[in-house]
């Protein structure tokens, strides 16, 4: 179900827009706004898949409140006016609709909005998944060590020590290596020699970091990282 907002001054045009969107079965109107401030709280507080926004309004203009958007949804403009066209094409936005706007020129919009969904499903599930392990060498071996199972990497020097929930290994690998190899998204730097599973994370305190009851030093350089992962 793609979640819909729509924001105009007029009551008539959100009248419009919503009962062309009834005949859609997988589109439901979450919020109507009278003007983009309005909007701009509804976006903070849930989800929008798609914006059919009105252009001159008051206090802010639809143009504008598209541009302040740092993640904007993706955008329809409905207007009465042809000379924001360049600005949309600017803004990427999906559509430009003209009121009034016919049940016919409203569909074509939504079938373009429903290709992009399919466009970015279909790149999505062609990019090459990430790897659920990695290979690390020790005693003449190649370890395989699964990523969900990593407490934390320790440095020493050009050695690394992998701390997993069931051994440690010791490899002949620098911790730089590491930090450009593991994925972002579940392995954090805290200290120039430790690199820490975020998931295996059980408290932070002043300084340190909490991994299986053992305290790890967290480096000044790299407190501001770990603030914006608790945030």
Not at 5 to 26: K, W
Not at 64 to 87: G, N
Not at 191 to 213: D, L, M, T
């Amino acid at each position: 179900m793609y979640r819909c907002l729509i924001i105009d001054d007029e009551p008539i045009a959100i009248r419009v827009i919503r009962n062309h969107l009834s005949s859609f079965s997988d589109f439901e109107v979450v919020a109507e706004c009278n003007n983009a401030l309005e909007a701009m709280t509804i976006i903070r507080k849930q989800p929008v898949d798609l914006i059919f926004c009105d252009i001159q309004m008051p206090q802010l203009s639809g143009v504008d409140f598209v541009r302040s958007l740092t993640h904007a949804p993706k955008v329809i403009f409905t207007t009465a006016y042809r000379d924001y066209a360049i600005d949309a094409f600017e803004l990427q936005v999906i559509d430009y609709l003209l009121k009034p706007i016919s049940f016919e020129r409203f569909t074509r919009a939504i079938n373009h909005f429903l290709d992009l969904q399919n466009e970015q499903v279909q790149s999505e599930s062609d990019r090459p998944k990430e790897k659920d392990f990695i290979f690390l060498k020790a005693d003449k071996k190649h370890h395989k060590i699964n990523l969900g199972d990593v407490l934390y990497f320790e440095s020493l020097g050009d050695y690394v020590i992998a701390f997993t929930t069931t051994q440690k290994i010791v490899s002949k690998e620098r911790i730089s290596f590491l930090a450009e190899t593991l994925p972002a998204d579940r392995f954090l730097q805290i200290h120039r020699s430790y690199i820490v599973s975020i998931h295996k994370i059980e408290s932070v305190g002043p300084g340190f970091v909490e991994i299986n009851k053992k305290k790890l030093p967290v480096g000044r350089n790299y407190k501001s990282q770990l603030s914006k992962l608790i945030r």
